[in-house]
């Protein structure tokens, strides 16, 4: 699992958002075990409760279930589960201030899509 740390928030943060990815982009499916909380702070070089604290937040949004002296596993549904949270955030706060940004800078809707385009080929 690779992850490009940033600054701008908390590790525990951008590691459960990491985890989130991989259930969103189907590498970890319902049932899949999640690596353990030893492998990922070894393979990153974090504190194993800052690795905890990101699994915990997983937990509490019923993305993830502990099985007591097994692991961490994704529970059914949690794709759509998170597809539904990820979108009303990204409607909700990430939106607005891109269709600001659009509005400010004169942009068109065939000039964005036209750059999609060129984007993907």
Not at 50 to 73: H, N, P
Not at 92 to 108: C, V
């Amino acid at each position: 699992m690779e992850i490009n740390w940033n600054n701008k928030e908390p590790i525990y943060l951008q590691l459960k958002d990491r985890l989130v990815e991989l259930i969103m982009d189907g590498l970890l499916n319902e049932g899949d075990a999640l690596p353990s909380v030893r492998q990922i702070s070894s393979e990153q070089r974090i504190n194993p409760i800052t690795v905890s604290k990101a699994f915990q937040i997983l937990v509490d949004e019923q993305i993830v279930e502990k099985k007591r002296g097994l692991g961490m596993y994704v529970v059914t549904g949690a794709k759509d589960r998170l597809a539904r949270q990820e979108r009303a955030k990204f409607l909700g706060q990430e939106w607005p201030q891109i269709a600001e940004r659009i509005k400010r800078l004169g942009l068109e809707i065939g000039e964005l899509l036209s750059s999609t385009k060129n984007q993907s080929s």
